[in-house]
Nanobody
């Protein structure tokens, strides 16, 4: 079993920055990829960015050029640096991790005020 714990959410003004962190823990596990998804009120959960164990990244078009995902395999940790934040980035951000199963964190709220 893998547990994911997110941190770093909060309230920020438009144009500001936040950095999210997700730490995976458990025993005897190995992950193939980690990533971030988000869900705004009344909307479906959507992909934000993912990173594989080998370092390949994938971003939603809406965040390209503004968000950067990175990871530390030794620490089983993934980061999401969010710059030039917009009000439409307001959502609960969920960490995800994958091996032969998919795992989810509890989510962290990001609110961007205009």
């Amino acid at each position: 079993q893998v547990q994911l714990v997110e941190s770093g959410g909060g309230l920020v003004q438009a144009g500001g920055s936040l950095r999210l962190t997700c730490v995976a823990s458990g025993s005897g596990f190995s992950l193939n990829a980690m990533g971030w998804y988000r869900q705004a009120p009344g909307k479906q959960r959507e992909l934000v960015a993912t990173i594989t164990r080998g370092g390949s990244t994938n971003y939603a078009d809406s965040v390209k050029g503004r968000f950067t995902i990175s990871g530390d395999n030794a620490k089983n940790t993934v980061y999401l640096q969010m710059d030039s934040l917009k009000p439409e980035d307001t959502a609960v951000y969920y960490c995800s991790a994958k091996n032969f199963l998919n795992y989810w964190g509890q989510g962290t709220q990001v609110t961007v005020s205009s």
